[in-house]
């Protein structure tokens, strides 16, 4: 359907243009052309991708490519057991990538399951009861509280109608609905309150509206639009190893060939050398790659439920990592969304009010004391106004334990929650916390009339009778109570609301609402004995005004230090909601987020600035308000483009497609929709900002986890590689055999690489800004370690095999000892390396009895050695043969040489670095002689 400004115009131009009486309705006849114009009311999901095709496609990876061709050489050498375990390293990865894409498809189907069932829908003149699905424009629907709202609606009329609408806009509370029309041609989503929208809930009141927009154009089609046509993106980690597989498969096969040429030009048999390069190349490629990664994700993923974060995909956990912005949701993610009265005047006395949430534990305080409630009794008044001219109540129900088993000697864990509107709830928890419960109040107040709130004239009354009589009490927004006040409580005494005074509750109005707080004036009056208490006007007339109540939704405490450790580790978080611009900066100043130089932009500013414009301010703002979801998937999109890897938190729907859009989405576990979970790489299963600091180090953890791996796989290939090569350019014997080669590459690039991949972080880990999005895997010295210690590894072991074989060069005996020796020198270079891979500097500054998996690894692949050496079944399998003290002497020396030669060069390095580069002592001196 067109896109129009419904909200401008009156209800009387909305059924005149959609060609529908008020009392009739539509026809059926007429109900079914239009749905011929229009389709069903319902979300599309657009084109479905079969499971059986989405699983082939896991096979179109350049690497799953190499692995089967590596697989069928395995097979033809006879390698069986190679071919099985690279066939079960397939199919794991594909079967990980198919259930991941099967899920994500699913964000769409959740919502649709936030579409109405039913409607009760006029069709000439007669009420019924149809499927939802069967709504077209111009249809007229009734609501009441409970009913979800089936289509987008523009309301004809409205009887105390509150609508929730946080998961579509972000509102924090419910929106006062009314049938008026709007002034502004450009209204954010969460100001249109004469339109109601698909999706959202009505929790007080009753309505009737028109149907303008169905099925995918509505507002909630928008966004399950924008989640088809957003692209999932390829994580950083994803990327780089694409890249760096096609690179080593393409080196090692070169070099493969490389040996193979020079072997045959050297004289060496052809056949032994075809089949020796074979077994160089199947060595040489990383077929562990890939399941090292799985392995090392996977315990991350296991780590990471332990910290209160589920990871729906694994590859998440690494990209987490390395974010670089965190836009989160305001509501439910960094406040706890619970409104709470922080703040009250009265008498022209500012009190500060203690506690938060439900529970009703608090103080109110004037100049750090306790108020005496005994000696107030003005602010009796206000409370008694609080609790009485409410719906709301507040309860203890039993916590949940989220599947926890809870021991039969501990009490149930009892938690307060709230029925009805947030509000009323703060006002009647503040009551509360001095003792003015509802219950209490009853005994003494009894309800007999009251005027629900009307969001014309902004205000809620209530007459209660007392033995003195009847009394009036009303809440109401300030400058509507204003104008129906004739006096003020002031000094315990009622006199006249002079100018004067109402010049300073003005004054006093604005200064809170300055400070990002919702404010309710109180007021009361004793009503005469003649006076008719079913009418509002007089009831609300000549009024008494007592006080002025700020609440806000708080802050959750443990967030601020949570943002504080993201800054120190280079982490920039935005604040994204669809509350007010001044809520929003307090809030963000509070928690940190809004600081000096950072800015703040509002939805419409948004909405008229070009993808340009925004990009070139988007690393400036640190708050965004009243944004709608297009704006955040705009938001996402630019930080993207200037190169950050963005992390989205959420719990909406209208927070979907920016949390599939992000490099990261994050959704709420407790107050998130289905919609966002669906759309996320990870769930908060305690909605707390603290886990996302958990998640970072983890993925840190896991990105260092891996370049351990490739640090000693891709050292220990060119070892092999380069031992292999020497020797043919010498014009030496082989001093490794295939079947050697292969089992080593079984043996080292087994058990040890996947022990580095649970290994424990280093202690500065989080001290260090995230790496960049584009950052090279072999960035940090990584690739000249991987030069050197390969290098080192070959000229070592060439060197080993080289003096054993040269005691009797003739001998077929001496080669078959030098080989084995060769071999052992390999096996225990790597196995010795692998020590060196877990830290960033050298073996000598970690415990390298700290990881008790890689010691335990190692000492299995050694022991697996000497079996292949000493066992008298197996040497013929191998063509080993056993090593004398000799043997073991130059093996031993020749291993051990790589790790701790560059080793004690670090060390050495190091300290020079600490001598002549650090801050302290010389400076010191210097500037003492200087004084002297």
């Known amino acids: 359907m067109e896109q129009k400004n419904w909200h401008q115009w009156s209800g009387e131009e909305v059924l005149a243009h959609l060609g529908v ?25 657009g084109e479905r991708i079969s499971p059986l095709l989405l699983f082939l496609n896991q096979f179109k990876d350049f690497m799953m490519l190499v692995l089967m061709g590596a697989t069928l050489i ?38 649709k399951q936030l579409s ?34 089936p289509a987008d609606i523009r309301w004809l009329s409205a009887h105390s109608l509150d609508v929730e609408e946080s998961a579509l806009t972000g509102e924090s509370h419910p929106v006062a609905k009314h049938a008026g029309k709007l002034i502004e041609a450009e209204v954010p989503l969460g100001d249109q309150k004469n339109l109601g929208f698909m999706g959202t809930m009505v929790t007080r009141g009753s309505g009737r509206g028109v149907v303008i927009r169905s099925g995918m154009d509505t507002e909630m089609g928008k966004i399950a639009d924008l989640i088809q046509s957003t692209d999932v993106q390829e994580t950083p980690l994803q990327r780089r190893l694409e890249q760096l597989g096609k690179i080593l498969i393409y080196l090692a096969l070169g070099l493969t060939v490389l040996v193979v040429l020079v072997g045959i030009m050297h004289g060496q ?48 956990v690494e990209t987490l990592g390395c974010a670089s912005v965190i836009c989160s949701d305001k509501t439910g993610t960094l406040t706890q969304n619970k409104m709470t009265v922080t703040r009250l005047w009265l008498e022209g006395r500012t009190l500060e009010v203690t506690g938060e949430g439900y529970e009703p534990v608090g103080h109110i305080l004037e100049n750090g004391k306790p108020v005496d409630l005994k000696k107030d009794q003005s602010l009796r008044r206000l409370l008694q106004a609080s609790a009485l001219c409410s ?29 009805g509107d947030p509000t009323e709830g703060a006002l009647v928890v503040l009551s509360a916390k001095l003792g ?34 009847h009394m009036a009490l009303v809440k109401g927004a300030p400058d509507m109570l204003l104008d129906k006040c004739s006096y003020i409580l002031w000094d315990g005494k009622v006199v006249p609301f002079t100018g004067t005074l109402r010049h300073r509750v003005q004054c006093e109005n604005e200064e809170l609402a300055r400070g990002a707080l919702r404010v309710l004036g109180m007021a009361y009056r004793d009503l005469k004995p003649n006076e008719n208490m079913e009418n509002q006007d007089i009831v609300e007339s000549h009024l008494v005004f007592v006080g002025l109540a700020g609440m806000i939704d708080p802050p959750r405490k443990e967030a601020k230090e949570a943002i504080s450790v993201c800054r120190r580790a280079g982490i920039k978080t935005i604040m994204i909601t669809g509350d007010h611009k001044l809520t929003a900066e307090a809030i963000a100043a509070e928690l940190g987020i809004l600081q000096r130089g950072g800015s703040s932009l509002a939805g419409h500013q948004l909405a008229g600035m070009s993808d340009e414009e925004l990009e070139r301010q988007v690393d400036l703002v640190c708050v965004y308000s009243r944004v709608a979801p297009e704006h955040k998937l705009r938001i996402v999109k630019a930080l993207q483009r200037k190169g950050h890897v963005v992390a989205m938190t959420g719990d909406g729907v209208n927070d979907a497609p920016a949390i599939k859009a992000a490099d990261i ?37 896991i990105y260092e986890n891996i370049r351990k791996f490739i640090r000693y796989l891709l050292a220990s290939n060119v070892g092999e590689i380069l031992t292999m090569l020497f020797a043919m350019l010498a014009g030496l014997p082989l001093p490794l055999l295939p079947i050697q080669i292969l089992w080593v590459n079984l043996v080292t690039d087994g058990l040890p690489a996947m022990a580095l ?17 584009n950052e090279n895997i072999f960035a940090r010295r990584l690739g000249w370690k991987i030069l050197s210690r390969g290098l080192l590894i070959g000229v070592c072991t060439l060197a080993a095999f080289w003096i054993t074989y040269s005691a009797d060069p003739s001998s077929a005996q001496q080669l078959a000892t030098a080989q084995s020796v060769a071999f052992a020198t390999l096996v225990m270079a790597q196995l010795i390396h692998v020590f060196d891979c877990r830290s960033s500097r050298s073996i000598f500054h970690r415990n390298i009895l700290q990881n008790k998996y890689l010691v335990v690894a190692v000492l299995s692949s050694i022991l697996l050695l000497l079996g292949v050496m000493y066992i008298e079944a197996l040497q013929p399998i191998f063509k080993t043969v056993p090593l004398g003290t000799r043997e073991w002497a130059i093996t031993l020396v020749a291993a051990g040489i790589p790790t701790f030669l560059l080793g004690a060069g670090s060390v050495w390095s190091g300290r020079r670095r600490r001598k002549y580069t650090g801050p302290g002592p010389m400076m010191t001196a210097k500037s003492t002689n200087i004084r002297a």
């Open 269 to 316: 048999p052809a056949g032994a050398m075809f089949f020796a390069g074979v077994s160089l190349a199947v060595a040489a490629i990383p077929e562990g790659l890939p399941a090292i990664v799985t392995i090392a994700l996977a315990l991350g993923v296991q780590r990471m439920i332990k910290r209160k974060a589920i990871v729906r995909k694994l590859p998440s």
């Open 391 to 419: 719906n709301a109540e507040i309860y203890e129900e039993e916590a949940s334990l989220r599947g926890k088993k809870k021991a039969r000697e501990e009490p149930a864990e009892l938690q307060w929650k709230l029925k």
């Open 665 to 701: 989405g994050i959704a709420m576990g407790i107050t998130g929709t289905d919609v966002s979970k669906e759309a996320s790489s990870l769930i908060l299963s305690d909605d707390n900002f603290t886990s996302i600091v958990a998640a970072i180090e983890e993925g840190r953890n």
């Open 436 to 469: 003015l419960t509802s219950h209490a109040l009853s005994t003494v107040y009894k309800r007999e009339q009251e005027f629900p709130f009307d969001s014309q004239r902004k205000m809620m009354s209530v007459v209660v009778a007392h033995q003195g009589g």
């Open 74 to 111: 395995s097979g033809i050498l006879g390698e069986y057991l190679d071919a099985i375990t690279i066939i079960a390293i397939i199919i794991l990865n594909s079967v990980l990538g198919f259930v991941q894409e099967f899920r994500a498809e699913r964000s769409l189907r959740a919502l």
């Open 116 to 149: 109405a069932p039913h409607a009760n829908v006029l069709r000439e003149g007669v009420v019924r009861n149809i499927p939802a699905k069967e709504l077209v424009p111009g249809d007229i629907i009734a609501v009441e509280s409970g009913d979800r709202i």
């Open 757 to 773: 991949g649970v290994d424990q972080p280093e202690k500065d880990l989080m001290e260090h800004k995230p790496r960049g999005a």
């Open 21 to 45: 009486e008020r009392d009739l309705g539509l026809t059926p006849s007429e109900a079914e052309k239009r749905r011929e114009q229009y389709g069903w009311n319902e979300l599309s999901e």
